[in-house]
């Protein structure tokens, strides 16, 4: 596995942004600090598929370690709720009004902003009304052709065969869903072949020493029920130093954690002063690894130490699979 190492640390070297002559910059110090830590790691390593986990990780770090030198950086953010019409509307009135505000604060919250969204006339209007921009809605009366999700009945969605998320009960059901490139069978395929890469993927942060965990956040990870983004970030984040996980979060509603994990996570670091590179790390990333929100939040009393600040990662709907195996790209 020396070779590997060898890779690694090139890697990091090539992706490091030149500098005038002087004092290092603060891009080229974290390049040369991911660079030698994964290289002391790898070369240990007698797992192949641990060591193909930690060189993504170190390809993220890399390619984050140029971005954050070049910009600033602004999160990528997906749409923010609004706040229904006061006069409600006719897609607000009644139970099945109450399950389509449920639908359309998720879509407008967790969903990527990048999708294009089929809907009824009464959806769309929920939709519209928090905070999604009418140029991404599609009607579905039109077959909704060229939308990536669907809004609607399950009876109307029923050309989209993955769940996404779902919405109330009886006759007052509202299903996210997608037809996804190749087929609900090869997507099923995909989804049980990445539960396993997370669950193996996951294992390994736990061993390593470098990410604390409560019980429940413990079993979480093994379990396979943490997007594969989050581990990715996990593992490029502990290469720096310790992290402590308060908790994973954003599980999509109606469907199982197997098929659909936590893509969020809220972690605070023994120094507080590191959560600001580190936002400024996570901001950097380019897709399919950049973050549709990341913030330094304020922890509530209970959590970890009362009024301590953590670093809070959330990642758009849905989850890709193939990240660990190279079966996706970005």
């Known amino acids: 596995m020396q070779l590997a190492g060898s890779q690694a640390k090139a890697a990091v070297r090539s992706a490091a942004p030149r500098t005038l002559s002087g004092a290092p910059s603060w891009g080229r110090v974290l390049a040369t600090t991911v660079s030698l830590w994964l290289g002391r790691r790898v070369a ?6 641990l060591a193909l986990f930690l060189t993504i990780c170190m390809v993220v770090a890399a390619a984050a370690v140029v971005s954050v030198v070049r910009f600033t950086g ?3 953010r997906v749409a923010s709720p609004g706040r229904p019409h006061p006069a409600r509307p006719a897609w607000s009135l009644g139970a099945a009004g109450a399950v389509r505000a449920q639908a359309a604060a998720w879509v407008a919250g967790q969903l990527s902003s990048a999708e294009t969204v089929g809907c009824d006339p009464l959806m769309c209007a929920a939709l519209r009304a928090y905070g999604v921009d009418a140029s991404r809605l599609l009607p579905v009366a039109s077959g909704a ?10 009876s109307a969605a029923g050309n989209a065969p993955v769940l996404l998320a779902g919405f109330g009960s009886g006759t007052s059901v509202v299903e996210v869903r997608t037809a996804p490139p190749g087929g609900s069978a090869a997507y099923r395929r995909a989804v049980q072949t990445d539960l396993a890469a997370r669950r193996s993927a996951g294992a390994q ?9 409560g019980a429940q956040a413990a079993g979480q990870l093994r379990a396979g029920e943490v997007d594969t983004r989050l581990l990715i970030m996990l593992a490029m984040l502990a290469s720096q130093h310790p992290w402590h996980v308060v908790a994973f979060g954003a599980a999509s509603p109606g469907v199982p954690l197997a098929e659909a994990p936590f893509r969020q996570v809220t972690m605070s670091s023994p120094d507080a002063g590191d959560l600001t590179a580190s936002l400024a790390l996570v901001r950097a990333q380019r897709a399919p690894y950049q973050p549709a929100q990341v913030a330094i939040v304020r922890l509530p009393g209970g959590q970890v130490a009362q009024g301590q600040v953590a670093l809070r990662i959330d990642f758009a709907a849905p989850s890709p699979p193939g990240l660990l195996s190279g079966g996706a790209s970005g």
Not at 44 to 49: I, K, N, Y
């Open 44 to 49: 240990r390593l007698r797992h192949p598929r």
């Open 74 to 76: 602004t999160p990528a």
């Open 145 to 154: 052709a060229g939308a990536g999700v669907v809004v609607a009945s399950p």
């Open 205 to 213: 942060l736990l061993r390593s020493g470098r990410i604390l965990l």
